[in-house]
Structures are given as structure tokens and as C-alpha cells.
Nanobody
Framework: QVQLVESGGGLVQPGGSLRLSCAASFSAYAMGWYRQAPGKKRELVAGIASGGSANYADSVKGRFTISRDNAKNTVYLQMNSLKPEDTAVYYC????????????WGQGTQVTVSS
């Protein structure tokens, strides 16, 4: 059974940092982090392939870093210089090899940036 288990969300002040972790029950070619703020569509924040190549949303470039430990089937999202507009539920996702699309999802973890 495919499982993605996230951890690391919470409340942080503007300018602060958080690190999210996501442990997968399988070895995925590509994994990523999405987020969804109230009233907004879910958006891709960052993605990373098994070889380490990564891509980022323009809004987080230079502030967020995605990384992965293939031996542990775990992906991380280091978030620095957090802004109130980063407040959202963050979802870990993995590519379904049968479709090539992000098709597996974690339960989500809340990140709130507020003073």
C-alpha cells in the first residue's frame, strides 16, 4: 500500500524557517511538495527527481530547498525567510509510474506564518 507520511509543519513568525519531511513507503522516481491556501488552487511548490534535479515555483525560489534521501525514500523541504503568504496546507506527492503524473498524496501538514 502506498503511503506518504509528512511531518514538520507548524506556526512560525515571518522570516523564520521550517523543515518538512515526507517518508514514502516505496521508491518514487519523482517527489514533490504542493500547497493549498484557503480559497486557492493547489500549486506545485517544488519537485525533485531521483537523480536530484529540482524545480521550484517562482514564488519560493531562493528561499525553499527541496532534497531527498533515496536510501530512506524521504523528501525534505527546507523553508527559509518564510512569509505570511506561504501559509497553507503543504502536501507531499509522488509520481505514479503508470501515469507519469503526481498521483500519490500525503495527508497534508499545516504551515502558518504569522506574528
Amino acid at each position: 500500500q502506498v503511503q506518504l507520511v509528512e511531518s514538520g509543519g507548524g506556526l512560525v513568525q515571518p522570516g523564520g524557517s521550517l523543515r518538512l519531511s515526507c517518508a514514502a513507503s516505496f521508491s518514487a522516481y519523482a517527489m514533490g511538495w504542493y500547497r493549498q491556501a484557503p480559497g486557492k488552487k493547489r500549486e506545485l511548490v517544488a519537485g525533485i527527481a531521483s537523480g536530484g534535479s529540482a524545480n521550484y515555483a517562482d514564488s519560493v525560489k531562493g528561499r525553499f530547498t527541496i532534497s531527498r534521501d533515496n536510501a530512506k525514500n524521504t523528501v525534505y523541504l527546507q523553508m527559509n525567510s518564510l512569509k505570511p503568504e506561504d501559509t497553507a496546507v503543504y502536501y507531499c506527492s509522488a509520481v505514479d509510474p503508470t501515469t507519469g503524473l503526481y498521483g500519490y498524496w500525503g495527508q497534508g501538514t499545516q504551515v502558518t506564518v504569522s506574528s
